[in-house]
């Protein structure tokens, strides 16, 4: 029918924390919460300016300490601590590296091998769907700040993908990536954007 508008659904700002130590060397980090390095704290900052073009409804961190610091260094307000984006709990598997586990495993990955102690990927998926429920009710866009295996499997199942689809997504540190819609579907707008730092002189 003519002059009948689209309704207004939200656009989910992902943001992935700074680097850390664990993050640099590859060891699953799951709930050891790691501080930023200061390339870390310096990758936060400079999402700021493009965030600060942004509005959101809801913004909503991950307890562990690395995501709430990304999202005070890049400007983001009123925020609030969502415990369903924790990073997967990786078990036993915390700390090692995936060229380590597979010496034990071939081919092992995160999204299909056995995590003994931890969460599965189903596990993670419900409450991935849960937070991606608490965006859609919101009144506006909506910013995370996250991890990065728990926000490439927000991506997979923003798409109706199964959670181990996850995989397909690389997400880089300190990035910010747009989920949005092509009418009625949900569709990735930008992924894994990273402003170039500027080096001191």
Same mark, same amino acid.
């Given at each position: 029918?003519?002059?009948?508008? #689209? ?15 664990? +993050? ?12 930023? !390095? ?11 300016? !493009? ?20 999202? #005070? ?11 369903? !984006?924790? #990073? ?11 060229? &380590?586990?597979? #010496? ?40 995370? +700040? ?15 993908? &199964? ?9 880089? +540190? ?18 894994? !954007? ?8």
């Amino acid at each position: 029918m003519a002059g009948v508008s #689209e309704p207004k659904r939200p656009t989910v700002v992902l943001v992935r924390h700074g680097a850390t130590e664990w +993050s640099e060397s590859g060891q699953h980090t799951g709930l050891t919460d790691l501080p930023l !390095l200061p390339q870390g704290e310096d990758e936060a900052r400079a999402l700021a300016p !493009l965030l600060a073009q942004r509005s959101f409804a809801l913004v909503l961190s991950s307890p562990l300490g690395r995501a709430l610091r990304t999202a #005070e260094l890049a400007d983001l307000t009123d925020i609030q601590i969502e415990p369903d !984006l924790l #990073e997967w709990d990786y078990g036993k598997v915390e700390g090692r590296t995936t060229a &380590d586990l597979r #010496e034990d495993v071939a081919d092992w990955t995160v999204f299909d091998g056995e995590i003994p102690g931890g969460e599965t990927a189903a596990e993670v998926g419900e409450r991935v769907d849960r937070v991606i429920a608490r965006c859609l009710a919101a009144d506006g866009d909506v910013a995370l +700040s996250g991890h990065g295996h728990c926000l490439r499997i927000v991506a997979a199942r923003w798409l109706g993908l &199964d959670v181990r689809d996850g995989r397909l997504f690389h997400l880089g +540190s300190g990035t910010i990536s747009e989920l949005d819609w092509e009418r009625e579907q949900p569709v990735i707008k930008s992924w894994g !954007l990273k402003p170039a730092l500027v080096q001191p002189e």
